[in-house]
Nanobody, 124 residues
Framework: QVQLVESGGGLVQAGGSLRLSCAAS????????MGWFRQAPGKEREFVAL????????GYADSVKGRFTISRDNAKNMVYLQMNSLKPEETAVYYC?????????????????WGQGTQVTVSS
């Protein structure tokens, strides 16, 4: 069965950095676009970044562009999110997600499997 497991979250001060990891299993990893989303308590799930099957193409929410970098290692079935210059309002649970289509967008409905999430807390 498809399983996505995030790690790397934690507490960081404003302006700091974290690198999140997502380990995928139960799928031919290189066949799928992957994405990162985040959700703060009581708020909607928000798109953060996506990466194409080969890793050559990426997309970002405007709010994180220039600060976050998504990458993947298909040989290891891993996707990563490097987060720099973090802001307190970016405190959220961050989720790794597998897209159901090769032309996946920023919309959550394009993703059919989700990890359990990893907590990122940015202190002010």
């Amino acid at each position: 069965q498809v399983q996505l497991v995030e790690s790397g979250g934690g507490l960081v001060q404003a302006g700091g950095s974290l690198r999140l990891s997502c380990a995928a299993s139960g799928l031919t990893f290189s066949n799928y676009v992957m994405g990162w989303f985040r959700q703060a308590p009581g708020k909607e799930r928000e798109f953060v970044a996506l990466i194409s099957k080969s890793g050559a193409g990426t997309g970002y929410a405007d709010s994180v562009k220039g600060r976050f970098t998504i990458s993947r290692d298909n040989a290891k079935n891993m996707v990563y999110l490097q987060m720099n210059s973090l802001k307190p309002e970016e405190t959220a649970v961050y989720y790794c997600a597998k897209a159901s289509t090769a032309t996946a967008t920023m919309e959550a409905y394009d993703y059919d499997y989700w990890g359990q999430g990893t907590q990122v807390t940015v202190s002010s």
